[in-house]
């Protein structure tokens, strides 16, 4: 653990993470609707420019997928990061369809030591995907618990 960038002291309330980009595939919205989530519009061009979203749309649960695998290249794998008690907010707010690139960030809202494991904090977060166009395409806000420097040290 002593070799880890991000222990809970570093997540300064205000403090912003960017997450990268990502450019979203047909290819991968159909191959993840297939397995998860066969809705039509996921699954299909002309299903999808037949309905509201206007295109072949990822599902909800891809964005969910692709904003936790953004969020795990910028910081969580190389951090003290012991889960996450649950999500308290998730919004999809306009489609993501196949072409778009998605830009991530996380800003730290809160973060508090455990009362009763003093070793563990818990950060909240609000994350945020937008298109290229800059539409906010998706929120969500959540707590992780992240390990003291101190702790992750002893553990190590």
């Known amino acids: 653990m002593t070799a880890k960038t991000w222990a809970y ?3 300064v309330e205000g403090a912003s993470i960017d997450l990268g ?6 290819d991968e919205i159909v191959e ?3 397995e998860f989530d066969p809705q039509p519009m996921h699954l299909d061009e002309e299903a999808g420019k037949a309905s509201i979203l206007g295109g072949l749309s990822a599902s909800g649960w891809h964005t969910c997928a692709m904003f936790m695998r953004m969020l795990c290249d910028a910081f969580l794998l190389d951090s003290t990061c012991q889960g996450a008690p649950g999500v308290d907010l998730v919004k999809w707010k306009k489609p993501v369809l196949a072409g778009d690139t998605l830009a991530g960030s996380v800003v730290v809202l809160a973060s508090r030591l ?18 290229q166009r800059g539409e906010s395409v998706f929120e969500l806000e959540n707590s992780i618990m992240f390990l003291t420097r101190d702790a992750a040290e002893r553990a190590a």
């Open 21 to 26: 980009t990502k450019l979203v595939s047909a």
């Open 114 to 131: 455990s009362r009763s494991k003093p070793q563990l904090g818990l950060v909240t977060l609000r994350g945020e995907l937008v298109n």
């Open 32 to 34: 993840f609707a297939s």
């Open 9 to 11: 002291e570093e997540f």
